[in-house]
C-alpha cells in the first residue's frame, strides 16, 4: 500500500477501507508517512467527507495508535464527560465529584485550554501542589482507592491525536467533523472509559456556531460511540454567552466550589445537574431525568460531592485547605468593573470575545505550552434577557496588567449588545441526542 | 499574512489575490512556508480550483520565483512548442530545426522524462556527447549564433515548479487543471519565448483522456499566455496510439532522423508539419495554413532543417557522425518481434501501457534521477484500423534483458486488442484553440 494512493482515493470521494485508514494512522504516527502527505489527506477528508464506517475506523485506528486502557480491572463500569469546549465551562468540577460521590468511577483525562476555551486541568492547576501527570498504574490506583481521578492526557493514549492535531492546527483541517470525531472519540476509547456524557457547544462562544452543525456532530459521535460499543449520549448546550458567572481559571475554580458546597450561578448547577442526570439515567442507575436530577442534587446538598472533590484534591497532591478557603486562590492585582454604557436589555454576547479578553489578559494559551496567569478573567453579571442600567456593572475584570486590562475592557464592551427591546433569555440547551 | 489563511481561504472557495498567490509561492520556494502546509493548499487548490484570474496569478508568481530571461538582445521573436506529453512523441526533434530552418529563433528548455512519457532531452543524449546544461549566456550565446537550442531546465528558472511538482508527485495533486497550467506556463514565461505552440495530448497515453477535458486544458493555456502578452496556439492531437512507429529513446532519435531526411512514418511527419505551420501562423509567416504547411514541407525536402539538426548537435557537443549514421546510436542486444495472436484488424491499443513497456525494458524512469537505457524500446508495424494477420509482427521489442522482454511482451500484447470487425483510423487531431 502507498499513501499517495490513499489520499487519491480520498481525493476523488472514495470511502477509505479499514486497512487503508489503520495504514496512514499507523505510517503517521510512527514517521513512517511524513506530515506533508498526511496534511493532504487531511485537506482531502475535510473537503470530500467520511462516512460514518470511515470515521468509525478513523477513530479506532488513532485510539490503537498507542495505549488503550482497560479499566475493567479497576471496575465494570467507568464513566466519563466530554465536553467540546466553551467559554466559562467548568462543568467537570462539579459533575465528576457529584457522579463519584453517587458512585460511580469516574476517570478523566484532560487536554489543556488553547485560544478562546479553557481546560480543566488549567482551572484544578491554580491550586498550589495540584499533579496531573499519572502514569497508567497511578490513574487505576487512584480510581480504584477513591473512584475519582482528573488528570492530563497520557501521551501514551492516542498518539496519534496529539500528533494530527498540531498538523490540523497549522494546515486549516482543525474544523472537519470526522476528524473532531475521530480525535475526541479516539481519545475517550483509549481512555477506557464505558459510558460518556457528550456536552456539545452550540453558539457564539463555541466551535460549532449553529444547532444544525452540532447535532450532525453530536449525532456522528453517538452512532461511533455506540458502534464501539459504549454507553453514550450528547446534550446540545448553549455557548452564546458564558456557562455561569466566572471566566478564567482561579476565578472559575472558585465558581465550582461555591456550587459543590450549594451556592454557584443557578444555569451553571442547573447544566451540572442534567450532565449528571443524564449519566445516572445512561448507566440505569435512574428511571427517569426527573429522578436522576433528585439523585444529582441530593448528592451535592449532602455534602457528598464536596467531601470527594476535597478527596481528588488530595489525593492528587492539592492544597485541601486553599479549596476549603478560595480566597486564598491567585487573586489579580487590578479589580475593577465595567460599566454599562447605556440603559435596556443585554440583548447578545460575542462570548468567543469573552474568552479571547480573558485569553488577552494572561488566562489563555494561543499555542501550545504558553504559561497562564491563573488569577485573571472576569466574572459576569448579567446575562442575556436582563435588564441593565447605565453605569451599573456589566461585569468585573481581574488583571495584573493595566495596558491588557484597557485592550481587555474594549473588548468587552464591544462583545456585550445592549438595546431598548427586551429579548428572551437564552435555553441552557437545544436538545440530547441518544440511541433508542 | 499567514500560510494558513490562504490555505483557508481556498478550502472554502474563495478566490486568492494576486498578493495571497505570491506570498505562497515565494514563501514556499524560500523554504519558508514547510511542505506539509504546501500540500495541504495544493490539495484545496485541487478540490476547489481557480479561477482564470488567480491561474494567471499563480503563472506570473511560479515565473517569477527565479530568473524570467529577456531575450529581446536576441531576437525580437523567439519561438518554443510545449507538448503535453505522450507516448512516441519526438516532435520537437523535427520541428525545432524546421522551424530555425525557416528563420524563427527557437529556444527551448525541456524537462526529463517521467513515467509513461518520453522527454526530449533524453532522446537527444542517445548521442555521445551532447550536453544540456547551458548558463544563460551560453543559451543566448547559441541562439543569436544558429538561431537554436534544446537544452534543460535551469534551476534558475521557475524553480518554484520544480519544488512543487515533486511535492504534487507525492501528494496525489498532479492532475489538477492550474497546477498543471501554472507549471508549462511558468517555465514558457520564464524560458522568454514570444509565441508559443502547444499540442495538448488526449487519449489513453496522455494525461488528459477525454477531448473535453484537453479541451478546458487547452482554452485555459491560452486565454493564460494571451494575457500574458504571449502569441499562442493549442492543438488537441491523438494519443490513442504511439505516435510514428518508434517508442524508446535511440529508437525515437532515429526516426526523427529519418522524418528529418524526407522519409519516417506518415502520422508522425504529418504531425510535425502541421505544429509547424501553426507557428507560422502564429507569427504571421503565412496567410494560411496551406500557406504554410507548404513552407514547413519545403523547409524539410530542401535539406535545410537536416542542416539545422546537425548544426545544433555539434553545437550542443554531441557527435555528428553518429547521426549522420543512426545505426550507430545504442543498440539493444534483443530484437524480436511480437507476432499478432490473431486475425483481425487493430480495434484499440492502450498507449499508455506501451509507455509503461519501454519504462519497464528500462527506457523510461519511475522516478527523477533514475537511469536510463537509451537502446531499448519499441517500433510498432500496425496503427489503429490496420488489418493484422496472425503471426506477423504487431511490433518489434528492444531490449538488453530477456526477463524483462519477456514481462515487456505480456504487457504489449494486452495493449492491443485485435477484433474481427473493422475499424476507423483515428484522426490525427481533434480541434485546434487559438483566440480570435
Given at each position: 500500500m502507498r499513501a499517495v494512493d490513499v489520499i487519491a482515493k480520498k481525493r476523488d470521494g472514495g470511502e477509505l477501507t479499514a486497512e487503508e485508514i489503520s495504514f496512514f494512522i499507523q505510517g503517521y504516527t510512527r514517521d513512517e508517512i511524513p506530515d506533508y502527505q498526511a496534511s493532504a489527506w487531511l485537506m482531502a477528508i475535510y473537503l470530500r467527507g467520511m462516512t460514518d464506517r470511515e470515521t468509525e475506523h478513523l477513530t479506532l485506528a488513532m485510539a490503537h495508535s498507542g495505549d488503550v486502557l482497560d479499566l475493567s480491572d479497576v471496575a465494570p463500569l467507568v464513566v466519563d464527560k466530554h465536553s467540546t469546549g466553551g467559554v466559562g465551562d467548568k462543568v467537570s468540577l462539579v459533575a465528576a465529584p457529584t457522579l463519584a460521590a453517587l458512585g460511580l468511577p469516574v476517570g478523566k483525562m484532560s487536554g489543556r485550554g488553547l485560544g478562546f476555551t479553557g481546560g480543566t486541568l488549567d482551572k484544578l492547576e491554580?491550586?498550589?501542589?495540584?499533579?496531573?501527570?499519572?502514569?497508567t498504574q497511578a490513574f487505576k490506583d487512584q480510581l480504584r482507592r477513591i473512584g475519582i481521578v482528573l488528570t492530563g492526557q497520557s501521551a501514551d493514549l492516542a498518539p496519534a491525536d496529539g500528533k494530527l492535531y498540531a498538523l490540523r492546527d497549522v494546515t486549516?483541517?482543525?474544523?472537519a467533523l470526522p476528524l473532531i470525531v475521530g480525535s475526541v472519540m479516539s481519545k475517550k476509547i483509549a481512555g477506557g472509559a464505558n459510558a460518556i456524557v457528550l456536552d456539545v457547544k452550540v453558539g457564539?462562544?463555541?466551535?460549532?456556531?449553529t444547532v444544525a452543525e452540532a447535532t450532525v456532530l453530536a449525532e456522528t459521535m453517538v452512532r461511533i460511540g455506540r458502534s464501539l460499543g459504549r454507553r453514550i449520549v450528547a446534550l446540545l448546550s448553549d455557548m452564546n454567552q458564558p456557562l455561569g458567572w466566572a471566566v478564567g481559571n482561579a476565578l472559575e475554580l472558585r465558581e465550582a466550589i461555591d456550587t459543590l458546597r450549594g451556592g454557584g450561578p443557578p444555569d451553571f448547577y442547573a447544566h451540572c445537574i442534567e450532565v449528571v442526570a443524564e449519566m445516572l439515567l445512561l448507566v440505569e442507575r435512574a428511571g427517569d431525568l426527573d429522578a436522576a436530577r433528585a439523585l444529582a442534587a441530593q448528592a451535592i446538598t449532602s455534602g457528598a460531592a464536596w467531601e470527594k472533590f476535597t478527596a481528588l484534591i488530595a489525593a492528587q497532591g492539592g492544597d485541601v485547605p486553599t479549596v476549603e478557603h478560595p480566597e486564598r486562590l491567585p487573586q489579580a492585582r487590578l479589580v475593577e468593573p465595567l460599566p454599562?454604557?447605556?440603559?435596556?436589555?443585554?440583548?447578545?454576547?460575542?462570548a468567543a470575545q469573552v474568552g479571547l479578553a480573558v485569553m488577552a489578559l494572561?488566562?489563555?494559551?494561543?499555542?501550545?505550552?504558553d504559561a497562564l496567569d491563573h488569577a485573571v478573567g472576569v466574572v459576569t453579571h448579567v446575562k442575556v434577557g436582563d435588564r441593565v442600567s447605565r453605569g451599573a456593572p456589566l461585569l468585573t475584570l481581574h488583571a495584573n496588567d493595566a495596558q491588557r486590562l484597557a485592550e481587555a475592557r474594549e473588548r468587552l464592551l464591544a462583545a456585550h449588545i445592549i438595546g431598548p427591546q427586551a429579548v428572551d433569555p437564552l435555553p441552557l440547551f437545544y436538545g440530547r441526542i441518544a440511541l433508542p
Open positions: 491554580s491550586i498550589p501542589g495540584y499533579r496531573s501527570d499519572h502514569t486549516a483541517t482543525v474544523p457564539s462562544g463555541a466551535f460549532m456556531k454599562a454604557p447605556a440603559d435596556g436589555f443585554l440583548q447578545r454576547v460575542d494572561g488566562g489563555g494559551r494561543a499555542k501550545k505550552g
